[in-house]
């Protein structure tokens, strides 16, 4: 079930809206919270419901460990938490991976165990990780009651996804009441951030993917790929992965907010970076804290010396490639993320303070195209793939056909948006809680904001039933394969 499928869209979340608001004022808070619980499972298992035992038994096995973490302890305990939740990511993603590298290395020919591979296990894997790492460290402790645990686990609007929720965020928003009672302004704020979301998947995204389908799938056939073609395919896709991949987080926020709950902010204009380490501040950003607060940290950070902490954050973006998928192109991608942000400490080392922000026109420009040639590679369903799409941008196999002026417009339509416009978080700055926007260095925005007013409401009713109208025709987010 997809945030832009009509089942999804006309049955499920109107139906659960309903059904949560009755339970909740007829049978009570902790009733109503039990209900969304049952319908994030229902949700769940709609996709697949042999996965049901995973993530259920994945909950509990988490839950017992929490409850059982104490200060003297919670190393081992940690340990073991640690080990059983990567364990299980491990033989479900990257068993395949292993088994044909081994096989390769040393010309065995080890089965592959062709398991597939369960939704969202990489998102609540390590949103359990950084709960039990939080446990050990005190800085939050597990629910007294387990639905609430479980609802922390498996709401729906942030399962398949995320973004990546601590558990010291959503775990006190369970408990606060009041944040049913405005129920109109639940729904009208959700809605609203909701229908920002679903704009940017069926209208932009959607329609950027055949451009980028049609470069990426050429390269993988192993034809040549022209400039025009390599260039408008890689735009696209870097066009095509912010819009989808935002638009799922936004659509998050909307749905979770339609429930009284706020969902911490996961994109910040990553586009209008000024360098690769303002890039990774804005991009993913609740993956980009994980990875610093329970890998970066870990490891060391910038505690132990200079090369201490190049080769810490190059680690940290070689397994962050690597959590993206078991291939070693995203191994790839990680790395040269990595080598772009060592190569960002060096200058800010060893050049004048301020230089990016002195020359941020410059600085920005080379950020962004340094991240459009580096998708290739996250893209690509192979080197080969990726060698050709690169050759094509370096001009190597020519001009090649004329894609048509399709590709330009959706491009530069992309671009102007994303150059251009505030993102959601900025527009709707004022019904966000100060907390969340500051863990995602949100700013206010300079002039549109969000109000509850005629016009606001026609503009996102004519944006609704546009999307209404392109979501029963429809395609996976991008992210839920990872």
Same mark, same amino acid.
């Given at each position: 079930?997809? &945030?832009?499928?009509?089942?999804?869209?006309?049955?499920?979340?109107?139906?659960?809206?309903?059904?949560?608001?009755?339970? /909740?004022?007829?049978?009570?808070?902790?009733? =109503?919270?039990?209900?969304?619980?049952?319908?994030?499972?229902?949700?769940?298992?709609?996709?697949?419901?042999? @996965?049901?035992?995973?993530?259920?038994?994945?909950?509990?096995?988490?839950?017992?460990?929490?409850?059982?973490?104490?200060?003297?302890?919670?190393?081992?305990?940690?340990?073991?938490?640690?080990?059983?939740?990567?364990?299980?990511?491990?033989?479900?993603?990257?068993?395949?991976?292993?088994?044909? /590298?081994?096989?390769? %290395?040393?010309?065995?020919?080890?089965?592959?165990?062709?398991?597939?591979?369960?939704?969202?296990?990489?998102?609540?894997?390590?949103?359990?990780?950084?709960?039990?790492?939080?446990?050990?460290?005190?800085?939050?402790?597990?629910?007294?009651?387990?639905?609430?645990?479980?609802?922390?686990?498996?709401? @729906?609007?942030?399962?398949?996804?995320?973004?990546?929720?601590?558990?010291?965020?959503?775990?006190?928003?369970?408990?606060?009441?009041?944040?049913?009672?405005?129920?109109?302004?639940?729904?009208?704020?959700?809605?609203?951030?909701?229908?920002?979301? %679903?704009?940017?998947?069926?209208?932009?995204?959607?329609?950027?993917?055949?451009?980028?389908?049609?470069?990426?799938?050429?390269?993988?056939? =192993?034809?040549?790929?022209?400039?025009?073609?390599?260039?408008? =395919?890689? %735009?696209?896709?870097?066009?095509?992965?912010? &819009?989808?991949?935002?638009?799922?987080?936004?659509?998050?926020?909307?749905?979770?907010?339609? &429930?009284?709950?706020?969902?911490?902010?996961?994109?910040?204009?990553?586009?209008?970076?000024?360098?690769?380490?303002? @890039?990774?501040?804005?991009?993913?950003?609740?993956?980009?804290?994980?990875?610093?607060?329970?890998?970066?940290?870990?490891?060391?950070?910038?505690?132990?010396?200079?090369?201490?902490?190049?080769?810490?954050?190059?680690?940290?973006?070689?397994?962050?490639?690597?959590?993206?998928?078991?291939?070693?192109?995203?191994?790839?991608?990680?790395?040269?993320?990595?080598?772009?942000?060592?190569?960002?400490?060096?200058?800010?080392?060893?050049?004048?303070?301020?230089?990016?922000?002195?020359?941020?026109?410059?600085?920005?420009?080379?950020? @962004?195209?340094?991240?459009?040639?580096?998708?290739?590679?996250?893209?690509?369903?192979?080197?080969?793939?990726?060698?050709?799409? %690169?050759?094509?941008?370096?001009?190597?196999?020519?001009?090649?056909?004329?894609?048509?002026?399709?590709?330009?417009?959706?491009?530069?339509?992309?671009?102007?948006?994303?150059?251009?416009?505030?993102?959601?978080?900025?527009?709707?700055?004022?019904?966000?809680?100060?907390?969340?926007?500051?863990?995602?260095?949100?700013?206010?925005?300079?002039?549109?904001?969000?109000?509850? /007013?005629?016009?606001?409401?026609?503009?996102?009713?004519?944006?609704?039933?546009?999307?209404?109208?392109?979501?029963?025709?429809?395609?996976?987010?991008?992210?839920?394969?990872?």
């Amino acid at each position: 079930m997809v &945030f832009s499928t009509p089942i999804f869209l006309f049955v499920f979340l109107p139906l659960t809206v309903l059904a949560f608001y009755m339970v /909740n004022r007829r049978l009570g808070h902790e009733a =109503g919270l039990i209900l969304l619980l049952a319908a994030s499972l229902i949700f769940y298992g709609w996709w697949d419901v042999r @996965f049901m035992p995973l993530i259920l038994g994945s909950i509990l096995v988490n839950y017992v460990i929490a409850r059982a973490i104490t200060p003297g302890n919670g190393g081992w305990l940690l340990g073991l938490g640690v080990a059983l939740n990567l364990g299980a990511l491990g033989v479900f993603k990257y068993a395949d991976f292993l088994v044909s /590298n081994v096989n390769a %290395l040393t010309g065995l020919e080890l089965a592959e165990p062709g398991l597939p591979l369960p939704l969202a296990i990489s998102f609540f894997t390590f949103q359990q990780i950084a709960f039990l790492v939080d446990c050990s460290r005190r800085i939050t402790a597990p629910d007294a009651r387990p639905h609430r645990y479980g609802m922390f686990v498996a709401f @729906f609007p942030q399962l398949i996804a995320g973004p990546i929720v601590h558990h010291r965020l959503l775990s006190p928003q369970l408990g606060e009441k009041d944040r049913q009672r405005d129920i109109s302004a639940n729904l009208g704020i959700g809605l609203s951030i909701f229908a920002v979301g %679903l704009a940017k998947k069926v209208l932009l995204a959607d329609n950027l993917a055949e451009y980028a389908n049609t470069a990426f799938d050429t390269a993988a056939a =192993g034809e040549p790929v022209g400039l025009w073609l390599a260039w408008t =395919g890689a %735009l696209a896709y870097t066009l095509q992965i912010y &819009f989808d991949f935002s638009g799922y987080s936004d659509m998050a926020m909307g749905v979770a907010r339609m &429930f009284g709950f706020q969902l911490p902010v996961n994109f910040n204009a990553p586009y209008k970076a000024r360098n690769i380490t303002d @890039f990774w501040r804005r991009w993913h950003i609740t993956l980009s804290q994980f990875l610093r607060d329970y890998l970066y940290v870990s490891l060391g950070g910038n505690r132990k010396g200079y090369a201490r902490t190049l080769a810490n954050l190059m680690i940290v973006m070689l397994l962050g490639g690597l959590w993206h998928g078991a291939a070693w192109t995203f191994v790839v991608w990680g790395g040269l993320h990595g080598a772009a942000l060592i190569w960002c400490r060096v200058l800010d080392r060893y050049l004048p303070n301020g230089l990016f922000g002195r020359f941020w026109m410059l600085s920005s420009a080379c950020t @962004f195209l340094f991240v459009v040639i580096t998708w290739v590679f996250f893209r690509a369903t192979s080197f080969d793939a990726a060698s050709i799409m %690169l050759q094509g941008m370096a001009g190597f196999n020519g001009l090649g056909i004329n894609p048509g002026d399709g590709p330009f417009i959706a491009a530069a339509i992309g671009l102007i948006l994303v150059w251009s416009l505030p993102e959601t978080a900025q527009v709707f700055y004022r019904q966000i809680d100060p907390e969340i926007l500051a863990a995602a260095h949100v700013t206010p925005p300079r002039k549109e904001r969000w109000k509850p /007013n005629a016009r606001w409401g026609v503009g996102l009713a004519v944006l609704l039933f546009a999307c209404m109208i392109a979501s029963w025709s429809y395609s996976e987010f991008i992210y839920y394969n990872f």
